[in-house]
């Protein structure tokens, strides 16, 4: 019987070795043999509008697949803003790379702050990621001391973030007796 167990063992150990070095040779000679794909290294993208991206892509043997967009200052509309894998990466060929897009400059609209308090005018203005420029108080017969008489740029206009809005504020009816700041 322990000869019997032996043996087996042996068998058993010779089978799993076997197995090994199959595996070993299997990974090391014969898939690199059929799977053989070069690599190649990702070019620089950015800037580059969508159709010249996919050109510098296919010269170098890769694909292109379009991502997400986001907003950029200084990168043009539908150009690339960032692209996955990184510029330099070594690839294998015929791999699709990611490119993110530019959606242009961000651009806020003005909102209508007439007749409304400078508070409220305020709050208006830093929600559409804008602030409040120049201030010039004028007498109105028809708006109450303290609202927005009139605006510039006008309501509607589409500006760049943090632009400013110069306001014009009542100071109340022109009959009204106004208070005069201690100038000594």
Request: aromatic content about 2%.
């Amino acid at each position: 019987m322990k000869n019997i167990l032996r043996h087996l063992g042996l068998i058993l150990a010779a089978a799993t070795l076997a197995g090994i070095l199959a595996l070993v040779l299997l990974d090391a000679v014969v898939m690199p043999y059929i799977v053989d794909v070069p690599s190649v290294r990702v070019p620089n993208l950015q800037g580059l509008s969508i159709p010249k991206a996919a050109i510098r892509l296919k010269r170098s043997g890769l694909g292109m697949a379009i991502g997400d967009s986001l907003y950029h200052e200084t990168i043009p509309l539908n150009a690339v803003v960032d692209q996955d894998p990184a510029v330099g990466h070594r690839v294998k060929k015929d791999r699709r790379i990611v490119v993110i897009l530019s959606k242009g400059a961000r651009y806020y609209e003005v909102p209508d702050v007439r007749q409304v308090s400078l508070r409220e005018a305020r709050l208006q203005l830093e929600g559409n990621q804008l602030q409040i420029g120049q201030t010039l108080y004028l007498s109105s017969a028809t708006i109450p001391e303290g609202a927005i008489v009139g605006q510039s740029p006008s309501p509607g206009t589409r500006l760049s973030p943090s632009s400013s809005i110069d306001l014009q504020i009542s100071s109340g009816s022109p009959t009204a007796p106004k208070r005069i700041p201690n100038l000594v």
